[in-house]
């Protein structure tokens, strides 16, 4: 199953599914982790105060070029 991710400073728990398809992560590291494993993740949102945070769209976009990135702010 193809997933998506939700990289979301803040106060909640490191890593929490919301959705079958779905996870939220609290850090870069905690969605680098998650992209480096089994998962299947296909686009990552990064949200709150990282849907501003272009180094790690960068980053994400040129070492994972089979992941789609997007910025929005929840």
């Known amino acids: 199953m193809q997933q ?3 990289v979301s400073g803040g106060n909640q728990p490191t ?3 919301t959705r079958e398809d779905a ?3 609290a850090t870069p590291l905690d969605a680098i982790m998650r992209l480096e494993g ?4 296909r686009l990552v949102v990064l949200a709150g105060s ?4 272009r180094e790690l769209a960068t980053f994400i976009g040129e070492f994972y070029p089979m992941v789609r990135v997007e910025r929005e702010d929840l």
């Open 4 to 6: 998506t991710m939700i």
């Open 15 to 17: 890593v929490r599914t």
């Open 23 to 25: 996870i939220v992560v």
């Open 38 to 41: 089994r998962d299947r993740i």
């Open 50 to 53: 990282y849907a501003t945070n």
